[in-house]
């Protein structure tokens, strides 16, 4: 058992803060779990491109509005508390805050903790992290 608080992370490689997203890195691979659990808020006006090549993730809203536009059907989601949605791998989609946007986001296979949104818009898959 392993018990912790989310504050506790803060100023931690767990925790990255960068110019249009917070994200907070609850349960990481090092914790022995087979799924990573992030408290992210996404900044009011912030769009963000992702595709994640080698994640699944599924998100709930907790709070703020938006909307998640999926660049394969062409359909856009409205975002607000309560909204759950899921992304297989590879699912291209814009992520739009209109308001800050917090959502609570579980990725498998898990992520260390430290990632950040490369240049395709995903995250590096953990074999390929360099230590």
């Known amino acids: 058992m392993k ?21 907070y890195r609850l349960l990481v691979s090092d914790d022995g779990a087979q799924y990573s659990v992030h408290d992210t808020v996404i900044r009011s006006g912030e769009t963000l491109n992702i595709c994640y090549k080698h994640q699944e ?21 409205e975002l607000s508390p309560g909204v759950c949605y899921y992304l297989s791998i590879g699912d291209e989609h814009e992520l739009h805050a209109i308001t800050d946007l917090r959502g609570i986001c579980v990725f498998t296979p898990p992520t260390r903790g430290d990632e950040v949104h490369d240049d395709t818009g995903g995250y590096p898959a953990i074999n390929d992290l360099v230590e």
């Not at 018990?3 to 994200?23: A, C, I, P």
């Not at 993730?57 to 359909?75: A, K, L, N, P």
Request: hydrophobic content about 30%; some cysteine.
């Open 3 to 23: 018990v912790w608080s989310k504050s506790e992370l803060r100023n931690s490689f767990q925790h990255v803060d960068n110019h249009n997203f917070d994200s």
């Open 57 to 77: 993730e599924f998100v709930y809203m907790v709070s703020g509005t938006g909307y998640v536009y999926d660049c394969f059907s062409g359909v856009r989601h």
